[in-house]
């Protein structure tokens, strides 16, 4: 298997945090299989559990591979590199959507599909998405267009402060003309 020398992963602190504790997880599941596998070995009566611990061994193994291949090629987006008027990934975006007949109000935050979904229920959306792609890096107050021929389109709000719990407990409000 070769390694993408070229392909860049771009984390927040927090996106990275989570990495680093999901490979942690999955090398200690690993080592339990492997303990279990080699104890097993001598009693011939549970050689079907063998072969599937050793199956499992593979799919784990790919796994921690594949995260550590994330980690080496990983960019950290340092907090400092940030202006409070253009979106990051880690910030969590009040949007307002124009699909042409409907209108949708919704709180996301920006990530990359490399990250897992954010702990306190606000939606991740992908900056390798449509909309993800259209919106990172952008001045708030923009309006952009996205869509595969860009016939949707975005108004970026706001930036959400954590600390707004009505906003962002607030469920999207579809919007009739």
């Not at 611990?53 to 080496?72: C, M, P």
């Amino acid at each position: 298997m070769s390694k993408e020398k070229n392909k860049v992963y771009i984390f927040d602190e927090k996106g990275m945090n989570n990495l680093k504790k999901k490979l942690q997880k999955l090398k200690e599941e690993l080592a339990s299989i492997q303990s279990y596998i080699k104890e097993s070995a001598f009693d011939r009566k549970d050689l079907c559990g063998i072969q599937i611990d050793a199956q499992s061994v593979g799919r784990l193994q790919f796994q921690i591979y594949t995260i550590e291949e994330k980690l080496e090629n990983a960019v950290l987006l340092e907090e400092s590199d940030k202006n409070d008027n253009i979106t990051y990934i880690g910030d969590v975006l009040e949007l307002f959507l124009d699909f042409g007949d409907d209108k949708e109000r919704m709180i996301l935050r920006l990530g990359t599909i490399h990250q897992f979904d954010s702990e306190d229920g606000i939606e991740v959306i992908s900056i390798e998405s449509d909309l993800g792609k259209a919106v990172y890096k952008k001045e708030i107050g923009t309006t952009v267009s996205y869509g595969k021929n860009n016939e949707f389109k975005a108004e970026i709000i706001r930036k959400v402060n954590e600390m707004d719990k009505e906003a962002i407990n607030k469920p999207s409000q579809l919007l009739k003309k």
